[in-house]
């Protein structure tokens, strides 16, 4: 069972050797001591599709989502983010307006490091940017991943899957019992999804009724991942 999730983590999760921990110690502090740190509530906008960067963020508490607005105005959430990651980054790399929104799905704290602080971090530290570069390379891949996997998946499959992904973005949202809590809206749980709510409450009740998972108030226990691995029929994926 491990394998074939730490599978999942491999294609759809930002690998921890581009986190920000595997920079040197003194990198770290340098970087730290250049942020300016600021709580955000649940919803909260951090940057917005169509806007210039004018720095980057790191993300030291909570979780965020990566979207696109559609024409419709309806969400289409790409990415969650977690703590230890950074966000922003391939915009100002590129000297680009933001092609997609973050915002909090949590109550976060959120480290902001301007444009120029950056850039001096940037020439006193190439370890800081080969990882900058290295993380563009492998979220690219991430990203083209998870469509390539998601647009030909029923919508069950899909759900079934999302809930492995959410799962291990999770990990450390643990109850009393030491089991896992995904903790989203049904909102948010569908925009990545790529459905109606409607469509998304009635698989999650299915998926209850079968035992596969536990669902208390907001919060959703994965009670059978190598089920839903199955379901999610991941095999020509892997």
């Known amino acids: 069972m491990e394998d074939s999730l730490s599978k999942i983590r491999e294609r759809f999760h930002l690998k921890r050797e581009f986190d920000f921990e595997s920079l040197p110690e003194h990198v770290q502090i340098d970087f730290t001591n250049q942020m300016i740190v600021k709580r955000f509530k649940r919803g909260q906008n951090i940057f917005t599709e169509g806007a210039f960067p ?13 979207f696109k607005t559609l024409n419709s105005g309806k969400e289409q959430i790409i990415y969650l983010c977690c703590e230890g990651e950074m966000i922003g980054y391939a915009a100002f790399m590129g000297e680009e307006r933001y092609h997609d929104s973050a915002a909090a799905i949590t109550e ?37 991943n998870f469509i390539a996997t998601f ?9 079934a899957l999302t809930l492995l992904i959410l799962n291990e973005n999770f990990r450390q949202n643990k109850n009393i019992d030491n ?3 995904i903790e989203l809206t049904r909102e948010d749980f569908a925009n990545i999804v790529g459905i109606a709510v409607e469509t998304l409450v009635r ?9 596969l998972i536990v669902k208390i108030k907001r919060r959703i226990i994965v009670k059978k991942p190598m089920d839903l691995f199955t379901i999610a029929d991941l095999t020509d994926t892997f």
């Open 179 to 181: 089991e896992i809590e």
């Open 203 to 211: 698989i999650l009740s299915s998926f209850a009724d079968e035992g």
């Open 54 to 66: 004018s720095g980057i963020y790191f993300v030291k508490k909570g979780k965020i989502k990566k």
């Open 151 to 159: 647009t030909k998946k029923s919508v069950r499959e899909r759900v």
């Open 108 to 144: 976060s704290l959120i480290g902001y490091i301007s444009k120029d602080r950056l850039v001096c971090l940037l020439d006193k530290h190439q370890e800081l940017a080969k990882l900058l570069v290295m993380k563009l390379s492998h979220e690219f891949g991430v990203m083209v």
